[in-house]
């Protein structure tokens, strides 16, 4: 089995945060140039961004999702609102 490549987010040299500079098509080889920002939700990290799934696929039930996580409503409402204050701190 092939273990997927996740997409890196920060810089290894020096911690900064990355953006995409190429992106080309595998299928005619067309290659695309420029600087642009990730989306938000691709900087979160791999937890948040695991937990922003698991909740979209739990139809935004915040009930259902403690009971996949096992913990607290309480506990699945402040990760929320955690995530919610990284998106919004990311839109300044």
Known sequence: MQT???LPKIC???GGGLKVHTMHCAGCGTKIE???KLPALMRLSE???QFV???IL???SLKEMAVKLQVSYPTVRNR???IIEALNAMQL
Do not use: N
């Open 4 to 6: 997927q490549k996740r």
């Open 12 to 14: 290894p040299a020096c």
């Open 34 to 36: 420029g600087d642009y």
């Open 47 to 49: 937890d948040d961004l």
């Open 53 to 55: 799934q698991d909740y």
């Open 58 to 60: 739990c139809g935004g």
């Open 80 to 82: 929320l609102d955690d």
